[in-house]
C-alpha cells in the first residue's frame, strides 16, 4: 500500500494516531507487552492491517490481550463489539484469577504442612544434641554453637514460610 505516512495531511489520520498510540502505549509499558518488529514503520503497519475505518468508535484491537500487537493478534474493531468481546473475557479472568488464587493457597498451605513436619522433627533432633551437649556426653561448646545457630535458621524458615503463605490469603 506504501501511503507515505510521513507526509503532512496523513499524519494528522485517525490510523496514524492509533498507530501512534500503541506505540506509545507499549514504548511507556501500559501494556505489558510488546508490538512486533515489522509494525515500527507505520507503513507496514497500514500495509497488514488497513486504514482505521471512517466509523465513529472504531478501534484498534488485540484478540488476545496477553499477547502484544502483530498482524495476527490484532484487527479493527468498534467500541461495542468490543466491550462485549472484553466483558466476556473479563468474567472468565476473574474465574481464572480466583482459581490461580486458591491454587496458590492450597500450595503454600501444602508447603507450609511439610516444613513444620520437618522443623518438629530438625527441632527434636536440636533439643536432644542441646540436651546431651549440656550433660557432658558430647563436646558442649560446639554442640550448642550449632544448636542456637540451626534453631535460628528454622526460625527464619518457619518466618518465611509464614509470608509466602500469607500471599495467596
Not at 526460625?155 to 509466602?164: D, E, Y
Request: some cysteine; hydrophobic content about 35%.
Amino acid at each position: 500500500m506504501n501511503m507515505k505516512w510521513k507526509h503532512r495531511h496523513l499524519v494528522a489520520s485517525p490510523t496514524y494516531f492509533a498507530w501512534s498510540g500503541m506505540k506509545d502505549r507499549v514504548a511507556r509499558g501500559f501494556i505489558g507487552v510488546g508490538m512486533c518488529k515489522r509494525w515500527e514503520s507505520v507503513d507496514n503497519f497500514v500495509d497488514d492491517l488497513g486504514v482505521k475505518p471512517n466509523k465513529r468508535g472504531w478501534q484498534l484491537s488485540r484478540i488476545d490481550h496477553l499477547d502484544g500487537f502483530s498482524k495476527d493478534n490484532c484487527l479493527w474493531e468498534s467500541r461495542s463489539v468490543f466491550r462485549k468481546r472484553t466483558s466476556r473475557l473479563q468474567g472468565e479472568q476473574v474465574e481464572q484469577s480466583a482459581d490461580l488464587k486458591k491454587l496458590i493457597q492450597d500450595s503454600c498451605d501444602s508447603i507450609n504442612s511439610c516444613f513444620e513436619a520437618q522443623e518438629d522433627v530438625l527441632l527434636s533432633k536440636l533439643d536432644d544434641i542441646e540436651k546431651r551437649a549440656e550433660s557432658g556426653e558430647e563436646d558442649g561448646l560446639n554442640q550448642i554453637d550449632a544448636c542456637r545457630l540451626l534453631k535460628e535458621a528454622a526460625q527464619a524458615t518457619r518466618k518465611a514460610l509464614k509470608a509466602v503463605a500469607s500471599y495467596g490469603r
